[in-house]
């Protein structure tokens, strides 16, 4: 162990164990992220300040959608890591796709699970699909933050050589070099940080520009990203892409991109719908 580094606090990633059957923190970080996102969209959608002329969802169908995100998130996740980063390795052994406990998840691919989860529910319900899109950006710093915090107890996708840092961790699997544990990193920048800016953006602008709120969770998850990958370990199968960058910040960059256009249709009006919906109750 060298003397500048903290050694990994070896957590049990089994939270609960009846015989046989297991209950992982990783899982559980799931479940939390969406049991408190949901528990928060629903006193979104209560707030009729937040809405203008924007029809707004009723408390049942906050309670309906959250099974459809719910799907969005671990069914995208886990298609997104077995394309993006792990293909090869999956097509040898296909049954692996499913032994989603054992983590992999990719949070490109659960974003784009869950926007086409949340678009299909809006126009089944007769929602504004980007207004629905914006409740759930203000909540997912939730999950991400969540999220990270059940990688670190995994011991995974830690971060680079930090052999001077105060604070590196010694990981398990990450040999004997102290690292930056870049999965708090994450925590914080894609998870605390971006709450807290979320929750400013959203009681300044309301869901009244459909997309707007969205755009932003966007464009500031995809540069919190980008940053935090300076101090992340590239997956190994992966290593470093052209130029240097990795796969997360590859993916981050179009991301980003989207999110821009989007701000700037919602800012000029063009995402409101052509004739105004009546309010639905609460």
Not at 97 to 114: A, E, K, N, P
Not at 253 to 271: D, E, H, K, S
Request: with cysteine.
């Amino acid at each position: 162990m060298p003397l500048l580094a903290i050694p990994f606090p070896h957590i049990d990633p089994v939270a609960i164990a009846v015989g046989p059957f297991a209950i992982r923190w990783y899982a559980l970080s799931y479940v939390a992220g969406i049991v408190l996102g949901w528990w928060y969209s629903r006193r979104l959608a209560a707030d009729a300040a937040l809405w203008g002329d924007i029809r707004r969802p009723t408390r049942a169908d906050m309670d309906d959608q959250i099974v459809w995100i719910a799907l969005g998130i671990v069914l995208g996740g886990r298609l997104g890591y077995v394309l993006f980063y792990n293909l090869a390795s999956y097509l040898e052994r296909p049954a692996e796709i499913f032994t989603v406990w054992r983590g992999g998840m990719s949070f490109h691919g659960g974003f784009l699970g869950t926007i086409l989860a949340i678009v299909l529910f809006a126009r089944a319900r007769g929602l504004n699909p980007l207004a629905m899109l914006d409740v759930a950006a203000v909540v997912a710093p939730i999950g991400l933050f969540t999220g990270r915090i059940a990688n670190f107890v995994n011991g995974e996708l830690w971060g680079r050589p930090a052999p001077d840092l105060p604070w590196a961790v010694v990981f398990p699997m990450g040999g004997d070099i102290p690292r930056h544990p870049s999965q708090l990193y994450e925590a914080f920048a894609e998870g605390l940080l971006l709450l807290a800016l979320m929750a400013v953006v959203v009681r300044r602008f309301g869901f009244r520009r459909p997309g707007l709120v969205g755009g932003i969770f966007v464009v500031g998850y995809a540069l919190a990203r980008i940053a935090c990958e300076f101090f992340r370990e590239p997956d190994a199968q992966l290593g470093f892409l052209l130029g240097g960058i990795t796969m997360g910040q590859l993916l981050s960059v179009p991301m980003a991109a989207a999110g821009l256009a989007v701000i700037v249709a919602a800012a000029r009006g063009w995402t409101r719908p052509r004739h105004r919906g009546a309010e639905a109750p609460a």
